[in-house]
């Protein structure tokens, strides 16, 4: 009742507007938790939903094909938001507007795979299967956009609140790739191994991932209403002088966390240099045969869920030691180049699982550690144009991943 009563008269706390409000409930964690685990679901439902695409499409590289069209989308949409901050004449829709038009396209591209099943099955032939996959990329990118929109609004205007809602938010990031995979293993698991059993097991998939988007649109609209997301908006506008002139300042407020943006980016250009395409195509056992990738992805997710959750336990006071930790994660490259051509130990599948949790454990900790330090070594007012440029450099780290991950590809 008190959160209803809160949500109900804005006046509640208006008495004392230098008190922060309670977040009754841990209302205002939960949301945030849910909506940074919301605009990954899209991306983690395409990728993990490998066997299906490579089932329909055999000769192309399902994942690496995702994975740049995905992000370069993404990026398209995060370098906008960021040209249009830095500019003090014309003002971005709210943060609430921008996320809800995302997540509307999310619910649209989620839908599209399945239905596309649904009208090309039976009728399959060269000319059709091409063009439904020009379809799928086309949902793909325009997934990607909808990221970028969700994405780099979210994690802008969380930066404004106390670094606990930062983690909320990437503890949701690394829970959605959980949940889909758990999502995948028992969709697939539940039906019959055939052709029909896979299209219908993949429909319900998607079905379920967009039922999770669409509780996100109702927590985005409940969650501008909470008492502490009222204050620290009103904070802001009262701070609004000091806003427009970092508009002015852009690239100073940027030159702030320079180390910062380019450990992100060499965490991302790392992780998807090697997830999730390597582990899709890369690496085969006999053993699992086309639950291996699904494995490993899992694998991946619950070692970024791992990571991102140890930052409630922990976090370092300075950002020195964590930008060496993140430089440091090149080494993977030799070690997963070992899988394929070290000794013949390293060819089985106990020592690429292993190093896929230590490549996820590793990406969930450096990520979350980076998000939440980066805001808080600004001044609050430049809080949400820091945590664009951030969102970005991580963005355009998975675009640069992504492409580097087809080096792969050169040994076959």
């Not at 409000?21 to 949301?31: E, G, R, T, W």
């Not at 959605?176 to 299209?199: C, D």
């Not at 896929?356 to 007012?381: C, D, H, Q, R």
């Amino acid at each position: 009742m008190e959160v209803l009563r809160s949500i109900e008269n804005p006046q509640t706390y208006n008495n004392n507007e230098d008190q922060e409000p309670k977040d009754p409930y841990h209302l205002a964690y939960m949301i945030h938790f849910l909506l940074g685990a919301g605009y990954l679901i899209p991306w983690n439902a395409f990728i993990t939903a490998v066997d299906y695409f490579q089932y329909l499409y055999p000769n192309k590289h399902i994942n690496k094909v995702f994975s740049v069209g995905y992000m370069s989308a993404a990026v398209t949409v995060l370098l906008t938001l960021m040209c249009w901050t830095r500019s003090s004449r014309i003002k971005l829709p709210s943060v609430r507007t921008r996320m809800n038009i995302g997540q509307g396209l999310f619910i649209s591209a989620l839908m599209v795979a399945p239905v596309t099943d649904w009208i090309v099955h039976g009728k399959e032939t060269a000319t059709i299967s091409n063009i439904a996959f020009v379809v799928l990329v086309s949902v793909v990118m325009i997934s990607g956009l909808a990221d970028g929109l969700v994405g780099g609004s979210l994690v802008g205007a969380t930066g404004e609140l106390p670094g606990r809602y930062m983690q909320a938010v990437f503890a949701g990031n690394a829970t959605a790739g959980l949940v889909v995979s758990i999502l995948r293993i028992i969709t697939k698991a539940s039906l019959p191994h055939t052709e029909k059993g896979l299209r219908a097991s993949t429909q319900i998939y998607f079905v379920f991932s967009a039922l999770i988007i669409l509780l996100c649109v109702i927590c985005t609209n409940v969650l501008h209403r909470l008492p502490l997301i009222r204050y620290y908006r009103n904070r802001k506008h009262h701070n609004s002088i000091h806003h427009i002139s970092i508009s002015s300042n852009f690239q100073q407020v940027v030159s702030k966390i320079r180390w910062l943006v380019t450990a992100v980016f060499i965490t991302y250009v790392v992780s998807l240099s090697i997830f999730p395409g390597y582990l899709s195509e890369n690496v085969k056992s006999d053993y699992f045969k086309d639950w291996y990738p699904i494995i490993l992805i899992t694998t991946f997710n619950v070692g970024d869920f791992m990571g991102k959750w140890l930052t409630a336990i922990y976090v370092p006071k300075g950002s020195k030691g964590t930008v060496w930790c993140c430089l440091a994660r090149v080494l993977f490259y030799p070690l997963f180049m070992g899988c394929i051509h070290g000794p013949k130990w390293m060819h089985s599948e106990v020592p690429v699982i292993v190093l896929t949790l230590m490549l996820g454990v590793s990406n969930g900790y450096l990520t979350s550690v980076l998000m939440i330090l980066a805001p808080k070594s600004v001044p609050f007012e430049e809080a949400e144009v820091v945590g664009i440029a951030m969102e970005t450099g991580l963005v355009v780290g998975l675009v640069v991943g992504s492409a580097l991950g087809w080096l792969w590809n050169f040994d076959h």
